[in-house]
């Protein structure tokens, strides 16, 4: 089935996944693609919208999107930056503001009989990010609203389904956003609010057994959330041909390969553990940096997989649990390549040598997308509420290098912590938590003897999406609590802290 879909034009907003977050929300498919990397078949989308950018229509840096395609064509609303520059370049004037207005505005002025602003109430609350204003509108522009302090808040041109406004019709604050979004893309754009768990599920089964038609596929499996649904998605559409993997590298939680392996029985999948412990852990010996490590378990993970393919008589595709955060290619605000934080090495890109072709189904959908297909494929919630959990496990808690007595005594403390969550129904409420073994020995006293042992930081985090997250603020008594058992469980730990660090400017894992 074709759906008809919407285009996002990105010029660099902060705001921009917030665009297509808020689409979606109305049961709506749609793309972000950077401004000037348009995607063939523009005629394929029902509706177009311009988003923010941090660049100003004036300056020379000025972004300019080719709309010859789009322009009178296809229903269009441009947002801030957009409809800045649909005003500087169509006629118009755009100038710097006095006041730099950024924050919460009210509507003053609705024009009446507007579809785009029906069902709006005529002081709706708005939010405003800019510096630069729209002095003057084209000549073939209609004012549609106004707030106290911003004349020109929204506008339509005459003769086309092109909108513009101001203010940013995404974020939460403004009141009405999605109202008016719904306004423009159901009722102006007349796109139906199809795009639902089901039709996906449905739509993805059919294209895959179309893709793959007979052939045999490999997934690595790792008791997440993206790669549960990915497997259980390709199951079903192409059953005993799936070959899942779990590896236990010996950096997992405590017991967590046996719990995971029993919870994926009755699933029907075709599950294989393999124990590769011996040899993470002989690739990470005498290892304290940071990268090194990530490099050397981003290589065992390969070896271990290309030795288990190797198994698959005629396997021809990899599946991967890629999201769509992983593979939008938006626009850098400051022109460049972003730096290299950390290497994340799941088993994602596997080198040319292993002649697999990949396969990604979840590839469009958000995390929380996910979560909800993976509902409609009735997965069980107690694989879809996992916290996330990072590849390289337990190795990138442990500071300094790793030995199986430090993954032991980390595995020993993280139980305490995890189970303590559950316990104190916490664990649902926050995005991820885990405790970290830090390379420093402290002085503690314990039943009159003096003790010189491990110091473990505890963290816990709030987040949407992991780019940016804020340490959660724990119950004392809980944290009085769980220290007082890790302190007297765990062999080896005198001393507990929690970890009160935001990210940025922290990480979530301490390496
Ligand atoms: N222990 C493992 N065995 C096999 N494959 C693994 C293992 N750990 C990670 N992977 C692979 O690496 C991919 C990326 O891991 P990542 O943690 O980003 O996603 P996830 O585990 O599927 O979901 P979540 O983000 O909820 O943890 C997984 O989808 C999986 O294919
Ligand atoms: O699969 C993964 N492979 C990795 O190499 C990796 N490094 C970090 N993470 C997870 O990513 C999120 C953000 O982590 P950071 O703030 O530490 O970068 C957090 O959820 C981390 O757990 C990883 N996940
Ligand atoms: N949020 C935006 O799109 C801002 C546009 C432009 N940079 C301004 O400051 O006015
Ligand atoms: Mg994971």
């Known amino acids: 089935m074709q759906h008809n879909k919407v285009l996002i034009l990105d010029f660099g907003s ?9 689409v979606r929300e109305l049961n709506i498919y749609c793309e972000i693609h950077p ?50 520059y649909l005003a500087h370049f169509s006629g118009g004037e755009v100038a710097p503001s006095n006041t730099r207005e950024y924050g919460r505005a009210n509507l003053s002025y609705i024009k009446e009989g507007e579809l785009f602003f029906e069902n709006i109430p005529n002081n709706s609350q708005v939010w405003m990010s800019h510096s630069d204003t729209i002095k003057t509108l084209p000549t073939n522009a209609i004012l549609l609203a106004s707030t106290h302090d911003v004349k020109n808040a929204a506008y339509k041109i005459e003769g086309e389904q092109t909108y513009a406004i101001q203010f940013h019709p995404e974020v939460y604050h403004t009141t009405d956003g999605k109202k008016l979004l719904e306004n423009f893309l159901v009722k102006i754009a007349k796109l139906d609010q199809d795009w639902t768990p089901d039709s996906f599920v449905e739509e993805t089964v059919d294209e895959l057994q179309n893709k793959l038609g007979n052939d045999k596929v490999v997934l690595g499996l790792s008791g997440g959330v993206d790669s549960s649904v990915a497997a259980v998605l390709l199951h079903k ?11 236990n590298n010996g950096l997992l939680r405590k017991n967590e390969f046996e719990s995971v392996l029993e919870q994926y029985e009755g699933m029907g999948l075709n599950v294989k553990g393999v124990d590769a412990s011996a040899r993470f852990l002989n690739a990470l010996a005498g290892i304290d940096d940071p990268e090194e490590k990530r490099k050397a378990i981003g290589r065992s ?31 850098s605000a400051t022109g460049g390549p972003s730096a290299t934080i950390k290497s994340h090495h799941n088993v994602g890109g596997l080198p040319d040598f292993m002649k697999l072709k990949i396969v990604e189904p979840l590839k469009a959908l958000f995390k929380d997308e996910v979560r909800r297909v993976g509902i409609s494929l009735g997965i069980d919630s107690s694989i879809l509420g996992r916290h996330p959990f990072p590849g390289p496990g337990l190795a990138i808690r442990i500071l300094g290098d790793i030995t199986s007595e430090k993954v032991r005594i980390l595995q020993e403390v993280d139980s305490v912590f995890i189970n303590g969550l559950k316990e104190w129904d916490l664990y649902d409420k926050i995005w991820q938590a885990g405790a970290m073994l830090l390379p ?11 003790t010189y042992e491990k110091c473990v930081a505890l ?26 058992d890790i302190i007297n469980k765990v062999k080896g730990v005198n001393r507990v802290v929690y970890d009160i660090s935001s990210k940025p400017p922290a990480t979530i894992e301490w390496e």
Not at 14 to 22: G, H, K, M, S
Not at 302 to 331: C, R
Not at 440 to 450: A, I, K, L, P, Y
């Open 35 to 84: 401004y000037n990397k348009m995607p063939s078949g523009i005629q394929d989308y029902t509706a177009v919208i311009l988003s923010g950018s941090p660049f100003s229509v004036r300056s020379d840096e000025a972004l300019h999107p080719d709309l010859s395609a789009i322009r009178a064509r296809i229903p269009l609303l441009a947002v801030c930056y957009g409809a800045q």
């Open 237 to 247: 559409a192409i059953g005993k041909n799936l070959y899942c993997i779990f590896v």
């Open 14 to 22: 902060q705001y921009t996944q917030l665009i297509a977050r808020r």
């Open 440 to 450: 420093v020995n402290s002085v503690g006293v314990m039943g009159d003897e003096r």
């Open 459 to 484: 963290r816990a985090v709030e987040s949407t999406d992991g780019m940016t997250a804020d340490w959660v603020n724990l119950p004392y008594e809980f944290l009085q609590k769980v220290s007082n």
């Open 301 to 331: 993970f390969i070896e271990v997989f290309d030795d288990e393919a190797h198994l698959i008589e005629d396997v021809k595709w990899l599946a991967q649990g890629t999201i769509y955060p992983d593979v939008i290619e938006s626009v």
